[in-house]
């Protein structure tokens, strides 16, 4: 049934397509929105089609200006066979996906699987041409997208994405969906999280966004994909553990070697030894060093003799280890004295 309904979509959008360069009358001016938007390959540049057709750059930007006017009145007017259907799928799909997506994420949900440049070519020239639909064209801070043109053109789709950044820049650490929602004035946060993914600036894992750079929401290297499980996790973890979560991660790389982690988490000073080959966050509280080191540092804030018992209960806060292991840290007479049948104190 799913594969029936995609070939519905497809056919749609390829109707729709033939039906508005049908009302193009010159083949020249066909050929120009045609490879301009990739509709049968890749897209090309205003150079690229001048040299072919032996007219300037800027003739042929003028000529596809003056085309997609048409277009879209033809759009306004309901002139252009087919096309209605296609706007009509591809808003049912945008309601669903928060009133705006990139152009590659719209295009994979008609047709239920990863797309071709082609195929989502034809999705964006269809945004392109609708009266109803709005585009965000892509540069350094946004993302190819299509929005819903009743809730807003592309300057405003560009100015709800830059007040997102600019709250979470101010919050300076990554939020979750209901936290925006908290400050924002939107009807429900799926629109907040479609607004924010057309944001080059803005990146998002494990249900947080942040910015880009911050390697919580957008780990770049093995360290920080590291830091972001053990953080994820809030507890201490075996390396071996650590190895696997990474593979069953969404992160965009995750094809590491267990070795290659215990050497990052040796090399980083916010990993630390707990255990055998369990790890934790220097941020929860963990120290480095040897479980005899613990003990002085046990010994030097109490400012007392303490119990074995209370020795044990102490290190084992701050180690993972068997208490057989604590025990025989304590035999060591350079360090630890023993000053009556149970109790220890510093040498």
Same mark, same amino acid.
């Given at each position: 049934?799913k594969?029936k309904?995609?070939?519905?979509?497809?056919?749609?959008?390829e109707?729709?397509?033939?039906?508005?360069?049908?009302?193009i009358?010159?083949?020249?001016e066909r050929?120009?929105?045609?490879?301009?938007?990739?509709?049968?390959?890749?897209?090309?540049?205003?150079?690229?089609?001048?040299?072919?057709?032996?007219?300037?750059?800027e003739?042929?930007?003028?000529?596809?200006?003056?085309?997609?006017?048409r277009l879209?009145?033809?759009?306004?007017?309901?002139?252009?066979?087919?096309?209605?259907?296609?706007e009509?799928?591809?808003?049912?799909?945008?309601?669903?996906?928060?009133?705006?997506?990139?152009?590659s994420?719209?295009?994979?949900?008609?047709?239920?699987?990863?797309?071709? $440049?082609?195929?989502?070519?034809?999705?964006?020239?269809?945004g392109?041409?609708?009266?109803?639909?709005?585009?965000? $064209?892509?540069?350094?801070?946004?993302?190819h997208?299509?929005?819903?043109?009743?809730?807003?053109?592309?300057?405003?789709?560009?100015?709800?994405?830059?007040?997102?950044?600019?709250?979470?820049?101010?919050?300076?650490?990554?939020?979750?969906?209901?936290?925006?929602?908290e400050?924002?004035?939107? $009807?429900?946060?799926?629109?907040?999280?479609?607004?924010?993914?057309?944001?080059?600036?803005?990146?998002?894992?494990?249900?947080?966004?942040?910015?880009?750079?911050?390697p919580a929401?957008?780990p770049?290297?093995?360290?920080?994909?590291?830091?972001?499980?053990?953080?994820?996790?809030?507890?201490?973890?075996?390396?071996s553990?650590i190895?696997?979560?990474?593979?069953?991660?969404?992160?965009?790389?995750?094809?590491?070697?267990?070795?290659?982690?215990?050497?990052e988490l040796?090399?980083?000073?916010?990993?630390?030894?707990?255990?055998?080959?369990?790890?934790?966050?220097?941020?929860?509280?963990?120290?480095?060093?040897?479980?005899?080191?613990?003990?002085?540092?046990?010994?030097?804030?109490?400012?007392?003799?303490l119990?074995?018992?209370?020795?044990?209960?102490?290190?084992?806060?701050?180690?993972?280890?068997?208490e057989?292991?604590?025990?025989?840290?304590?035999?060591?007479?350079?360090?630890?004295?023993?000053?009556?049948?149970?109790?220890?104190?510093?040498?």
């Amino acid at each position: 049934m799913k594969g029936k309904q995609v070939d519905k979509n497809a056919a749609i959008l390829e109707k729709a397509i033939t039906g508005s360069l049908d009302i193009i009358e010159q083949d020249r001016e066909r050929e120009i929105i045609s490879r301009r938007f990739g509709l049968s390959g890749r897209r090309e540049t205003l150079e690229q089609i001048g040299d072919m057709l032996a007219i300037t750059r800027e003739r042929v930007r003028q000529l596809e200006k003056a085309i997609l006017i048409r277009l879209h009145i033809g759009s306004e007017e309901g002139t252009i066979e087919n096309l209605a259907a296609a706007e009509k799928l591809l808003v049912r799909n945008l309601t669903e996906m928060g009133r705006v997506a990139r152009v590659s994420d719209l295009a994979d949900k008609i047709y239920g699987r990863k797309t071709t $440049e082609e195929e989502r070519s034809s999705v964006a020239f269809i945004g392109s041409i609708s009266s109803v639909l709005t585009v965000v $064209e892509e540069n350094d801070h946004y993302y190819h997208g299509i929005g819903i043109a009743e809730y807003g053109d592309a300057h405003a789709i560009k100015a709800r994405a830059d007040e997102i950044v600019a709250i979470i820049k101010k919050h300076k650490q990554p939020m979750t969906l209901d936290e925006l929602d908290e400050q924002l004035d939107y $009807e429900h946060p799926a629109h907040i999280e479609a607004i924010a993914s057309i944001s080059k600036d803005l990146a998002t894992l494990n249900g947080l966004w942040g910015l880009i750079k911050w390697p919580a929401v957008n780990p770049k290297n093995i360290r920080d994909k590291i830091y972001v499980i053990l953080e994820s996790k809030k507890e201490p973890m075996h390396f071996s553990d650590i190895a696997e979560a990474i593979s069953e991660s969404d992160f965009k790389r995750k094809n590491v070697t267990i070795q290659a982690i215990h050497n990052e988490l040796i090399k980083d000073s916010r990993f630390v030894l707990i255990g055998r080959g369990i790890y934790a966050l220097d941020s929860w509280g963990y120290k480095k060093g040897t479980v005899s080191d613990i003990i002085v540092e046990i010994m030097k804030k109490a400012k007392k003799p303490l119990t074995r018992e209370e020795i044990v209960k102490e290190v084992l806060h701050a180690r993972k280890v068997k208490e057989t292991t604590i025990l025989l840290n304590l035999q060591n007479k350079k360090l630890f004295v023993k000053v009556d049948k149970n109790s220890y104190t510093l040498a």
